[in-house]
């Protein structure tokens, strides 16, 4: 199973079995039948069981434990067969009642007195005999849910490696003798089933295409010696204290989505081999680093490193006082922190911009003369040195690329990015130059949205809750009156927007840096247009059913073009709105949107103490501008250029060359929601992958975001023309 991977995204695989699991419950009650006329009971004859608690167990075919999916069980009949460990021919009774609680499996029924076992079961519960139950049911969907992943099933929280039992089916009902937590009886009891005629060895003889009747008594002896090996590593000994029963396993190529019991032994014998040949490639290396210590070596064994891990800290406890790595002259051991700075400085990042997330000895390191002008070439000679190599030959060939990428390689697989590594350094200065470039970017949507934040990509809906009703005189004796609550609901749902840069098999022999930097500047200024684009071309989508005379938030006419008179008319409009109870809703507004060829007049109308109101032909009259700075303009080409495009090539539907609108402060009253991903509102490079094949690089920026309208009432519209 893979436990990790370059992007750390959840590791997740479904397969389709036919294994049958064995879950432990127990026993509730059992009813004493009763006595007849000489005054004699035969004892118990219904009994109650939690069938299965709902936890995790461990079977013998599986590596992790294993929970069933209650609400993926499947129970075809109400009444079931109640068996003595899981044999069909040793019947106990049925169950006349079954419950799935989505939480556990609770059945009762009858303990029948016609079979030996059903007497056996009756006559020891009579004596108080603690019998437990549990569940035999075939596996039709099985997940495993990877180490860390915290996963939620019967109402509880399991955290990976595990393995849950999406979808089984309940065939049968087992009374067990062993208890939850008798790890000792478990022992004697998975004993047991290895000793005389057992029905999972002659299964394992078949699917390994053996006839038991045709084997010799010494030919037997040798094939139950291998199976009795390969059943011990198995899980006998379960931790949960339930015995590895043999599942009732159907015959591997009967079903197309079976996984039978010959597949399972094969993929044991590949697991040990894979594990006898990592143990070997460690004692190799033993051998070849004698100096780094048996404790080393030990450690790798013992927390299953990889071979390529064992060599790397091996390399590092076999050369205690390895030489330090000299760049351009500087003659102390560079950090990763100083490398990246040093780089960034080279190619000409702002200081302030380079200086982020990194301490200031990494800095001061950094700005040494012996190393300014570090370039990539440089940084790719850190990576091989700091893995314990060292290349000599031409900076611009295959070879020292090749070189770099096996150091990478190294390092990656022995402590991630938290060394030199090429792909954190890199990561880090792309990730710096796109956030510079998305933040120099003049996006005006920041000032009439309001951001939320979402834990993740399923739609949401926000709710504002307003009361109906209000205070009213108080007559003699009377009661006050009462108020209601009404909601309005918003919706809106992340998408995510992505791309990918590069650093090329050119770039690297070129030393060339700069243009690797210069497409992630290029992908931040990208990613502050699409939300802008997106913004306005949601706003404009909506406009003509957004506002509208009904809803009192929209102004026509040759008087509503923006100037002294229009802006007043829409003053006026805004403050007349009222609210669910016909009351004012008392918020005045804040900011001018227009289109950038009314960016003048309303700059006039923001900053001008007075302006010039009608013309003759001799002279012109000024009065006093009442609305000099009030509303703050904000000018967008979105609203007016029809030179611009969507995505697809398509004009901007409800462009408009004199609409404009007064909007209020979208903290107290938003027009428009933007929702991101966990509040993260600027793109991020999230990862590398190393593909020596092309002898590239590359990083994915991604950009998680949605956008909504709100509240009508939040602003009013100006058609700015008849």
């Known amino acids: 199973m893979s436990k990790w991977n370059p992007l750390n995204w959840v590791f997740a695989k479904s397969v389709e079995l036919e294994h049958a699991i064995q879950a432990t419950g127990e026993l509730i009650d059992f009813v004493v039948e009763a006595a007849d006329s000489e005054g004699k009971s035969e004892g118990p004859k219904a009994f109650k069981m939690v069938a299965y608690t709902g936890e995790p167990v461990r079977q013998w075919w599986l590596d992790e434990p294993v929970v069933v999916d209650l609400q993926g069980m499947q129970i075809d009949k109400k009444s079931r067969p109640m068996l003595r460990d ?259 400085m080279s190619y000409g990042m702002d200081e302030k911009v380079a200086a982020k997330s990194l301490s200031k000895e990494d800095c001061d390191k950094g700005s040494d003369k012996a190393v300014r002008g570090m370039s990539l070439h440089a940084l790719m000679d850190c990576v091989i040195a700091a893995s314990g190599g060292h290349f000599v030959g031409n900076r611009k060939s295959k070879d020292f690329i090749e070189a770099a990428f096996t150091a990478e390689n190294r390092i990656q697989a022995a402590s991630g990015y938290s060394t030199m590594s090429m792909a954190g350094v890199l990561g880090n200065l792309a990730n710096k130059s796109l956030l510079a470039a998305y933040e120099s970017q003049e996006i005006v949507h920041p000032e009439i949205v309001k951001f939320y934040s979402h834990n993740d990509f399923k739609p949401q809906t926000r709710y504002r809750v307003t009361t109906m009703g209000g205070l009213k005189k108080l007559g003699p004796g009377g009661e006050p009156a009462s108020i209601g609550l009404k909601e309005a609901s918003y919706s809106s749902k992340l998408e995510t927007e992505a791309a990918y840069i590069a650093l090329t098999r050119q770039m690297m022999i070129d030393d060339d840096l700069g243009v690797f930097l210069d497409l992630a500047a290029r992908l931040g200024i990208l990613s502050a247009i699409k939300v802008e ?149 600027t793109p991020t490079i999230e990862s590398a992958q190393m593909e020596f094949q092309s002898l590239g690089m590359k990083w994915a920026a991604f950009l998680d975001f949605g956008v909504g309208m709100e509240d009508k009432r939040g602003a009013v519209w100006s058609k700015g023309a008849a």
């Open 86 to 344: 899981h044999r069909t021919d040793q019947i106990v009774g049925h169950s006349t009642k079954i419950e799935n609680t989505g939480k556990e499996l609770l059945i009762e029924g009858i303990v029948s007195s016609a079979t030996e076992h059903g007497r056996e079961v009756r006559d020891l519960a009579k004596d108080k005999f603690p019998w437990q139950a549990s569940i035999g049911a075939p596996i039709r969907k099985l997940e495993f849910i990877g180490e860390g992943t915290t996963v939620v099933v019967n109402g509880r929280e399991f955290t990976g490696p595990i393995y849950v039992a999406r979808q089984t089916i309940l065939k049968e009902t087992s009374f067990v003798a062993l208890g939850a937590d008798d790890n000792t009886s478990a022992k004697v009891a998975a004993q047991q089933l290895l000793e005389g005629s057992d029905p999972m060895f002659e299964a394992w003889l078949k699917a390994n295409g053996f006839d038991e009747k045709t084997l010799t008594d010494a030919g037997r002896k040798v094939l139950k010696a291998q199976f009795d090996a390969e059943f011990a590593g198995k899980g006998g000994d379960n931790s949960n204290g339930n015995v590895a029963v043999p599942p009732a396993v159907k015959a591997a190529g009967t079903d197309g989505a079976s996984l039978g019991i010959d597949d399972e032994i094969k993929a044991g014998r590949q697991r040990r081999a894979a594990e006898a040949r990592r143990v070997g490639a460690i004692q190799a290396l033993a051998e070849k680093y004698p100096r780094a210590g048996a404790e080393i070596f030990a450690k790798a064994i013992e927390e299953d490193w990889t071979a390529e891990k064992c060599e790397l800290e091996a390399m590092r406890a076999d050369r205690p006082h390895a030489p330090a790595v000299h760049t351009g002259g500087l003659n102390a051991k560079i950090t990763a922190g100083s490398v990246e700075f040093a780089l960034a």
């Open 533 to 681: 684009e997106t913004v306005f071309i949601t706003f404009l989508a909506n406009l003509a059913t957004f506002f509208t005379s009904g809803n009192k938030n929209y102004i026509s006419g040759a008087s509503t073009v923006l100037d002294m008179v229009g802006l007043a008319k829409g003053v006026e409009t805004f403050a007349n709105q009222v609210d669910e109870n016909n009351k004012p809703i008392l918020v005045s507004p804040k900011i001018l949107l227009c289109g950038t060829n009314n960016k003048v007049a309303a700059d006039d109308l923001y900053k001008g103490d007075k302006v010039d109101a009608t013309t003759t032909a001799d002279h012109g009259k000024i009065v006093r501008n009442p609305h000099v700075g009030l509303y703050k303009p904000v000018a967008t080409p979105y609203l007016n250029n029809t030179a611009l495009l969507t995505d697809n090539g398509d004009a901007i539907t409800g462009q408009t060359q004199t609409g404009w609108g007064l909007f209020a402060s979208p903290q107290t009253m938003p027009v428009i929601g933007v929702a991101t991903l966990n509040g993260k509102r």
